[in-house]
DNA sequence: CTGTGTCGTGCAAACGTTTGCAAAAAGACG
DNA sequence: CGTCTTTTTGCAAACGTTTGCACGACACAG
């Protein structure tokens, strides 16, 4: 067959034969060095970095059933949601020597189910980052595949969810307090769980204080969606806004600034996520979790069914918590 | 031997036993179908169809010594540069069947070395983005890899780079114009090499046009940093600071705010990379080039040598573009 | 009809590991 | 020193593909 370069990669069978042992004495010495006398294991260690071997990730998944390597699918990697979670996910795989392949859906569902579908067989499992797909395809993806969601909250699979419900109550009332009797909640992308739970968050939080609070969809959930619903909103006479992220409340905060609406005399802002409130003027209050902690869940929970058959169905909540910021302040009267 | 689920996924073998033919021919239906009779081809595929064949990825990279995967290998996802980059070089494999690993070395050269050095037998190839790693150990890596650099330029190594000093300039020669005799390189990330270009293209520039050039350097190039730098910036006179790239624009940006330094009226300022320029205020003005492109490059570097022993060197250069914003303005006189 | 191609298919080896089983080596004990 | 355990090692099969080679069938020319 084949001979590609002569002299290749180390693999285990060379560094057997120039040892004179087994080639499976020289893979117990990195899988099951308990096993082996610790000469046997030192000697192979020692020889193996000499000639820089690294175990060949493909031929141990092949025989071992599944891949050294976990997925991640997700929407839209741009959204400055996700990359610290990348990030997370990635440094945790790693320390279990697992590598992370990325999958963007670009927000198309079929496509998500495309990539997943493509992953399977060579991962042992994927996260699945605020899932655009409907419930009844997911939960048939999880029949063949070790799948934990990150903000999808689907019975019977495996989920770790941020929870903003409390923190979104608190801001209202909150806000209620400051003398907002007017509410937006503007909101993010259609298909998001995110999206439908802060939507009922804010709208129940706002029946129990007795205030009027509008939604305004949009498709994506953009800054420029943001930025053009203030244009509307301003007609409306709300003088608090509650956005689905903080990419959005930034597109609001310039939006309200070019109509010459000041944040926080004329409107105030809640934004979610904490991915840029630091770096806006004025600073943003928002919502937002330890995230690393999300990420580290999920990757755990996929971790720790290596070797068995099927990852039983989890589910961890995180709390997000409101971070004041300087875009909320006392209600005043606005042109309405 | 192990025998996990009896009735696994669908394999080639499964699929050429169904249809009575040999497994060979299953396989040449997927990857050589020229070579098929038709009829044979038509059915493998709809049988495939039918029982949800998807090939394994791990054991067609295993005998054909290249995985059907490229990895990406760069100092932070998080950073608003990196995102759009893996995006574009996601869909560009994806069109060709790879999958995508993604690494994040946190900024640390010993750690993207291990990524690369581990990535490596799963992997047709790496790209490698904003490299921190010394030239000597990148060129020894070459030897085993297929290593595609972005914003690194090292001889005989594949590249792409993108060239921002015309539009650098550019940048400088508009400002001499508008009377700045002072300008400011605020540095990024130390072993960057599109800080040291950049830093590089001020000074010339700066020095053709006879006007003064100060260089801050930071460690990190992040936003924080270049927040801080606007202390000792105001002390300098300086009217003008170009910044490494458009998160240390925004911090110079919020930084100059908070000490009352207005933009562009009191200190014009240039950004780079185009990672946010419309969403501040003013709107920055800044220097980009096309991502998509870049990384389309950089990936069809990598997948034109699939099979190939060896990924001839090659140097691509992308020429960003100087996009005027609301940042720059004519020089007045300043507190010095 | 026989010889020469061409086309379609099958055989079997190979890729680099892991791992169940069994054999060999080394200790323990009387 | 035998015998019995325990520890350490080796053998060989298996994972799901790809692919060099060869064989059979059929077509067409001579």
Redesign the interface.
């Known amino acids: 067959m084949?001979r590609?370069?002569p002299s290749g990669?180390p693999t285990i069978v060379k560094i057997a034969a120039a040892l004179d042992i087994s080639p499976s004495t020289v893979s117990r010495a990195f899988t099951r060095p308990e096993l082996l006398h610790p000469d046997t294991v030192a000697a192979v260690k020692a020889h193996a970095l000499e000639v820089?071997y690294?175990?060949?990730?493909?031929?141990r998944?092949?025989v071992s059933?599944r891949?050294n390597?976990i997925?991640?699918v997700l929407p839209?990697?741009?959204n400055?949601f996700?990359?610290?979670l990348?990030?997370s996910i990635?440094?945790t795989a790693?320390e279990s020597g697992l590598?992370?392949?990325?999958?963007?859906s670009?927000d198309d569902a079929g496509r998500e189910q495309e990539?997943i579908?493509?992953?399977?067989?060579?991962v042992h499992g994927i996260i699945n980052i605020s899932s655009r797909m409907a419930s009844r395809d997911l939960q048939r993806l999880a029949e063949?595949h070790n799948i934990v969601l990150i903000n999808r909250d689907i019975a019977d699979m495996s989920r770790v969810l941020v929870d903003t419900a409390p923190a979104i109550a608190q801001a209202v009332e909150q806000l209620t307090a400051l003398g907002h009797h007017h509410l937006a909640y503007v909101g993010g992308p259609k298909a998001s769980w995110s999206n439908a739970s802060r939507s009922k968050a804010v709208i129940d939080a706002g029946r129990r204080h007795g205030v009027i609070v509008d939604t305004y969809d949009t498709r994506l959930g953009s800054?420029d969606e943001a930025w053009e619903a203030t244009h509307a909103l301003v007609a409306t006479g709300a003088t608090a806004a509650i956005a689905f992220d903080d990419v959005m409340a930034?597109g609001l905060l310039?939006g309200f600034?070019a109509r010459g609406v000041r944040t926080p005399e004329d409107i105030s802002i809640v934004g979610c996520d904490d991915t840029l409130a630091t770096?806006t003027?004025p600073e943003l209050t928002t919502i937002a979790a330890n995230l690393d902690e999300t990420a580290r869940t999920a990757t755990n929970i996929l971790l720790a069914h290596r070797g068995r058959?099927r990852v039983a169905a989890t589910r961890g909540v995180q709390t997000a918590q409101l971070l004041p910021g300087g875009s909320v302040g006392p209600a005043t009267a606005v042109a309405r």
Chains 1, 2 share one sequence.
Request: charged share 15%.
């Open positions: 084949r590609p370069d990669r820089g690294v175990p060949n990730q493909l031929a998944g092949l059933g891949a390597a997925g991640i839209d990697i741009a400055p996700f990359p610290p990348i990030r990635q440094h790693h590598s992370v392949f990325i999958a963007d670009a990539l579908h493509d992953l399977g067989p060579q063949s800054y930034h310039n600034a770096k003027q058959s």
